[in-house]
């Protein structure tokens, strides 16, 4: 082959501070250019002057600030005349390329006939091991995807000469040919996706294009990082980036593709908008706006786009299809963009690039985002906290395995999952309540909660309930892996101590007995540990976020289980008076924290006052059986609420000897005296919940005792590392480290294995029977209803099975006893007043399993019952008093304004409590137990 004749041309623009380093980069190519040409766009800081020194004046032409690159390119290439075999290699005044950059793209051109856009592998300027691109496609919805991870160091793992939709202007080499035929760089475009928009016009001619890593360029990205005021355009970047985005594609698609990359683009531009607000970013939002509304508002000049690159699209979409992003990855990109804004992170957006330079997290230390290629993959899963949350579900699917594959869940204290999300919706929205004996009370919180989980789960409330509770596991140990990031700071204790919470005995027994209510608290428990710290150390605007967030999630945590607020409301205001005496604004914040919850909850928890032995209930059912009448202390002290379903003393032991142990320590002991102090309240709270009795039943303990069991983990956490102190001393102390690291290290193992051998042990199955018979639903009809009795206790259903919180719902005092009475007379053989059930609308009676022969014949006696069917699954008889009346059901007041407040509420309280920007490197993050360890 002839030798290439080489064309540089450097454009310039207040681009000072890098551009002596890329003309010094450019006179040391090993393979020099045969020419070179400088362009200056109008620079105030001397790049005029640079370029004339090392080009010499008849070889620079200044050109007014408002030029673009493609203009400012084709301004050059107008006074040079074209060269046989001519190449264009394109330089940013920020590009500085490798000595042998040039070299190796023309090599690659050599081998390669078909290739006529080669580009290098672009680096950080400044942290030179960061990878930039090595390539770029894109989405339908203009989503430019470089392939690498945020961050990703160049360990050659990418290397090698490959195919590609796109490379930058920035070292690009094109055929001089092949740039005149194409139209060059289309001045619509005066930065920003004019490289993109060259070479898929320069695919669509046949051509390839090339990203060549041997050949190796560092790229400031000057314009896109805004580290200089860009004069071509009255635009922000980010809202040229995104308009010239969506307009590339919009452009080059084929008719039909193009069509629905439109709606893709109308629907995902409305959703990111929404997440911007979210995230508290409404400049963020005002560019998408903006940018998608430019395209709408402009039809006709699309339309030309379209008409100017007709030739060659549809048949060059064949192959620019298969190096486009995927779908998939798509949907995955948007993921990693709500995980961002969830994170408080500057957002990954269509743009491709942080807005703003934060400090990655150590890849350790948290549960990252979605990785994009297998060696990604490997690293993902194998993170600490992302092999501990698999390590825990693989353990609740195998002690679960007698719940899995039902028909529906339920038993102990969980009513039989039954119903949609529209169910839920409908039940929580009623201001009066066509079930049992009829009540106007305010539904259950918790219920909207359910329903809105529901409804993201498609409508299936089963699949809602199974993750919360049979989930909870996993759940906890996520959250208490996140929560101690800032806390605990050696990543194998933070391992261990959220593995040994997720498995506490106030978890498997929570499971084993149903109690929906204590596996959401427990899963939330140490989210209210760490937004509390949060609150109480960060700075102000970082604590009153944190206030809003907590208020939040405490709000959610006391529906479920209202004894939450009192148990976080002591702890809160000691931590404030404790640790917020030298900090502004700390006690507002615990206050704002502390009214959220009885804003929201507002209506709901009146009730509560009027009647205050049910804070101490929960969610769901309250059957005696399902709690130990005298809990004895050994289980107290193991942090074992008693009940079905619950490990033997010796599995939790271990927790405790670590934590008696600390005792131990003469340093730290501020962390230990915390750690005790939370422990003891919490088995205190245990004791006095445990020793009173609700409607009949005992409260459950198990809340208390999840935060004493918060208290010790993190004790044991933070104090780990004096361990491997003391067994670097030898003797006695290294052998007592020794036993007391083991003992602890034992506790999450012991209790996997035990729940594991034994699985769920409980009254909660995964086949729960009807709790009305299907005849008794056939036959009753205009409104009657169906008396339920098992044993003593008895309910009132009207033509269906109960949803989750109906049996909550309080009744009438009076029409409850006359019914009660009159059942006791029917089960008693006393000739129950028919009379009384008829005029309450009940017209069948139904005895649920087990029940006794002498049951039986009593029923059958009555002469005012008639039965209809009888078998082991239950008895089914019908009165011979006709139903007189169906009574009314009572009407509520002021139901539908509170709704539509306190939606509005829970959206204000979201946006307020939503992160905005992550704060400043030099802005503390630590909890109080963190600052006193470093102290």
Known sequence: MSRPYVTAIVVAHDGARWLGETLRALAGQSRRPD???????????????????????????????????????????????????????????????????????????????????????????????????????????????????????????????????????AGMLIRRDVWERAGGLDPFFPLFRDDLDLCWRVRNAGHRVLNVTSAVAWHAEAASRRRRRIAVSGDHPRRLDRRNAIFVVMANLPFGAMLWALLRNVLGSAFRTLLFIVSKQPANALDEVVAMGSILAHPFRLMKARRARRHGRKKGYIRIKRLMTSRWAAYRRLTDMVQSLIAGEAPVDSTGRHHHATTPASPEDEFAAVPHDSGAVKRFITRPGVVLMLALAVVSLIAERSLLGGERLGGGALVPVTGGAADLWAFYTEGSHDLGLGSAAWAPPYVAVLAALSTLTLGKTWLAVSALLLGSVPLAGATAYLATRHVIPAVPARAWAAGTYALLPVATGAIASGRLGTAVVFVLV?????????????????????????????????AFVPLVYPLFAVLGVLGAVAFGGGR????????????????????????????????????????????????????????????????????????VAAALAALLMRRQRMIVAIGWGVALYGVLAAIVVSRISVEGARAWPGVPLAFAGTGLLVLVGLTAHRLTELRAGGGLRRVGATLVAAVAFSTPLLAAGHWMVNGVRGPLVGDAPDVLPMLAAARTANGERTLVLKGSAFTVLHGRMPLIGESELPVASEARTRVATAAQGLVGGRGGDAATLAQHGIAMIAVAPPFTAELTKTLDSQPSLQRLSLSEFGGLWRLAEPVTRVPAQPESVLHLPWLWAQGALVLLVALLAAPGRRESAGESVEAPAAALAGA
């Not at 937004?531 to 006391?558: C, D, H, K, P, Q």
């Not at 205050?612 to 309250?622: D, T």
Request: include cysteine; hydrophobic fraction near 45%; charged fraction near 20%.
């Open 584 to 655: 502004r604004g700390v006690a507002t914040s615990m206050a704002v924290a502390l009214v959220v919850p009885v804003a929201l909850l507002f209506p709901w928890l009146a009730g509560l006052v009027t009647d205050p032995g049910r804070i101490l209930l929960e969610a769901g059912l309250h059957d005696p059986a399902l709690v130990d009448p005298a809990l004895p202390a050994e289980s107290l002290l193991a942090l074992s609420p008693g009940g079905p379903g619950l490990p033997p003393f010796w599995v939790s032991a271990g927790l």
């Open 35 to 169: 020419r070179v040409a400088g362009v200056d766009n109008g620079s105030r800081d001397g790049s005029a002057g640079l370029l004339a020194q090392m080009f010499g004046n008849a070889n620079v032409i200044s050109l007014p600030r408002s030029a673009g690159f493609g203009e400012s390119v084709a301004e050059a290439l107008a006074k040079l005349p074209p060269g046989r075999d001519e190449w264009i290699w394109l330089l940013h005044d920020d590009c500085a390329p490798d000595r042998h950059a040039l070299e190796a793209l023309l090599h690659a051109a050599e081998q390669d006939q078909k290739a006529a856009v080669l580009g290098p592998k672009l680096l950080d300027w400044i942290d030179r091991r960061r990878l930039l691109e090595v390539g770029v496609t894109v989405g339908r919805t203009g989503r430019r995807d470089t392939g690498l991870e945020p961050r990703e160091f160049d360990q050659g793992q990418h290397d090698g000469t490959r195919e590609v939709l796109s490379v930058s202007t």
């Open 526 to 558: 140490p989210l209210y540990a760490s937004l509390g710290t949060t609150l109480l150390s960060a700075e102000r605007r970082r604590a009153r976020r944190a206030a809003w967030g907590l208020g939040l999630a405490l709000a959610v945590g006391t």
